[in-house]
């Protein structure tokens, strides 16, 4: 008698025009079995479009489909790969064109060369399809759907880009720093010494520059200041060999409190500008 229950897990819906692999159902193409696909004919994947969450792998957001256009890369927030198996694909996009996306692999996995549960940096605007090898390691495929990273490529290294940041230290009576750390275009600190051009200025975009600096000085605790242009007001600057640059402001005797900005005009001249001092005066 048959079996009315039974389900096979491939099976053709009715009607014939649909060939279904269910949950837990395999198609394989032996060796020597070739799966043609002619023109005009397409293979298409799962996507999702999931948001970027936490700062480390254990908050991460895990990935469930195989083609994501990842949002909310901040620099910090990140996605996880699923638990790999051999010949597994994943393609990650990163839809920030201003900053990284971080891609953490399963726990105890790891992705390239990195150690085990380290991140991926994946660049703004970029792509990689992460391809895995074994049930610990993942690569990231150089195909055309993948943008290599500079860490992939190296083509870019210690380019000044957008990710280099401008951090503020707390004010100390009358003088306040201001760190500057070159980063290239994945996010990753350049260790090298870089050539830096910054300006004072009165608002965030950068558009208009300062007329008054401080009233003592402008030092560099950290690197050289190589040039004054206009004193305290645009200097270039030669980092560390770590590409730091650290600016020391000293308000004594000032007016008031200095409350500009600081610019950093990168290579392909857009900006980055940091937050308000607030030096105050003696």
Known sequence: MVDSTYQTKVYTKQGGDELVVANGGTATVESGGVLNVEEGGGLRRSGAVPAAAGSAQGDATALTAQRNAVTGADGTKGVKLPTAVAGDTVLVINTSSTAILKVYPATGAAINGLSANAAFSLGPGRSAQFEATSATQWYCAPLAVCTPTVNETNESANVLSSASTITLGAPSGTTQTATIQAKDSDGN??????????????????????????????????????????????????????????????????????????????????????????????
Do not use: W
Not at 208 to 221: E, K, Y
Not at 240 to 247: I, K, T
């Open 189 to 282: 600190n350049i260790a090298a010494v870089q050539r830096l051009e910054v300006y004072m200025c009165t608002d965030s975009a950068g558009a208009t520059p300062s007329g008054t600096g401080v009233n003592t000085s402008v030092t560099a605790t950290t690197g050289t200041v190589l040039k004054a242009h206009t004193a305290k007001l645009h200097l270039e600057v030669i980092t560390d060999a770590n590409g730091v640059a650290v600016l020391s402001f000293n308000n004594a005797s000032g007016g008031g409190s200095y409350t500009d900005r600081v610019a950093l005009v990168l290579p392909n001249g857009k900006l980055v500008v940091s937050n308000a001092l607030a030096v105050a005066n003696a």
